[in-house]
């Protein structure tokens, strides 16, 4: 029922949203007399504002065409090299890579949004890096017979792409899949298996919500498991490939954190709004291009995501050492030579301080020099992978530390 009035709702906003921008049209339309009359442009700026809010959002494209690299521009070739049910595997590439370029594996989150979030960081690694990133699928568009995706076939899938990658390759974990990514390098070094990974950077990550606990952490404390299966979990309708399927809804995602910072939302469309009346088109597209990506939200199989509010924001499992896969009780002891690197945000209000940098106190048989902790000065959750400051603070201290434990070379950008 949630999902199907959802759905009414979205084909009445739809509709609502094309008349709104038609009437935008007619406002700035040369041929209009009404053009001249000094309420047309606050008229028609209002109305292409709602349009951009109401507009029906399908998966983004990466765009990445060129990469620059000391002076030079290179095309970017994207491929999908291998295809899975519940997430393509995407490498990157250009012809100003060295033969020995690193490999980077970029885990992106399968958090409500697609991989594309990524798109700034993708960028800024392919000057230097192989990348390959993560492209989770969108759960309602995974037909039942591909069967169920837990926290238990992350794990399989990111080791899988590593297997698929070979020996040497480093790990980039956005946000949430720093938990499975931890767990994931945490058996393989237990196996001693050739294709864990090189190093392993979390970035923002979960790993131990006890943590300077945020909101986001409180709204999964305050309720049991049972109220998240039965009052956020839907049936995908019919008339998606996924049919049938268990999921929690990206539109409801999208409602959690736009309430969450409601009031700098509302500011940011009014700004859309001034910048549009006084004709500043450029402003206003930015502010487009950001929605644009915020606003495209994907279902998330419900089996993976109540594991999640269970063992990573209620039981702590992986922390206190409890987290089982397949059986298998995961020793973070295990990981002996993955060089771990920390980076967390000064004003991250979805992952608090201390919540990633757990990890390095965690990985007790890892030496010292192995770990790094960064806090990135004024910069919030979605800052640390994209941005200004992620391209000229953070990015070159994770360039400098795969150069320093790569078995390839790596130069690093000033």
């Not at 309420?39 to 951009?52: I, N, Q, R």
Request: hydrophobic share 45%; net charge negative; glycine share 8%.
């Amino acid at each position: 029922m949630l999902y199907n009035l959802h759905e009414v709702q979205r084909s009445w906003l739809n509709t609502a949203g094309a008349m709104a921008s038609m009437g935008a049209e007619m406002l700035t339309f040369p041929g209009n007399p009404m053009v001249m009359m000094g309420f047309a442009p606050v008229m028609a700026s209002a109305l292409e504002v709602f349009a951009h809010a109401t507009a029906a959002r399908g998966k983004p494209e990466f765009g990445i065409e060129q990469v620059t690299v000391d002076g030079v521009s290179h095309p970017v070739t994207e491929a999908i090299v291998q295809h899975r049910p519940f997430g393509n595997l995407l490498r990157f590439t250009h012809q100003g890579l060295p033969a020995d370029a690193p490999k980077l594996l970029i885990i992106a989150p399968m958090s409500g949004h697609f991989a594309t979030l990524l798109r700034g960081t993708v960028a800024r690694m392919i000057a230097r890096c192989e990348v390959y990133i993560t492209d989770w699928a969108d759960a309602k568009m995974v037909p039942l017979e591909a069967g169920h995706f837990d926290l238990d076939d992350y794990i399989d899938y990111v080791i899988g792409y590593l297997e698929f990658i070979g020996p040497g390759a480093h790990v980039l974990a956005v946000c949430q899949p720093s938990v499975p990514a931890f767990a994931a390098a945490a058996m393989m070094g237990a196996e001693r298996h050739p294709c864990r990974p090189v190093t392993l950077t979390m970035m923002g990550g979960p790993v131990d919500t006890r943590e300077a606990p945020t909101s986001v952490n409180d709204v999964a404390m305050q309720r049991p498991l049972s109220w998240f299966e039965t009052s956020v979990i839907a049936t995908v309708p019919l008339i998606y490939p996924g049919a049938g399927r268990r999921v929690y809804p990206g539109f409801l995602q999208l409602a959690g954190f736009m309430a969450m910072n409601l009031s700098s939302h509302l500011e940011g469309h009014y700004r859309m709004f001034k910048h549009l009346v006084v004709g500043d088109g450029e402003s206003a597209d930015s502010s487009k291009a950001f929605y644009e990506e915020y606003r495209s939200v994907s279902d998330l199989p419900a089996e993976y995501y109540l594991q999640t509010i269970e063992h990573v924001f209620q039981r702590h499992s992986l922390p206190k050492n409890e987290f089982v896969h397949r059986g298998r009780r995961i020793d973070l002891a295990a990981i002996t030579d993955t060089a771990l690197l920390a980076i967390e945000g000064e004003k991250d209000d979805i992952s608090g301080i201390g919540q990633t940098r757990a990890a390095l106190h965690l990985a007790t048989g890892l030496p010292e020099a192995k770990k790094r902790y960064m806090l990135a000065e004024n910069v919030g959750h979605y800052g640390i992978f994209n941005g200004s400051k992620w391209r000229t603070k953070i990015a070159p201290v994770l360039e400098e530390w795969i150069s320093r434990h790569d078995r390839g070379h790596l130069k690093v950008v000033a």
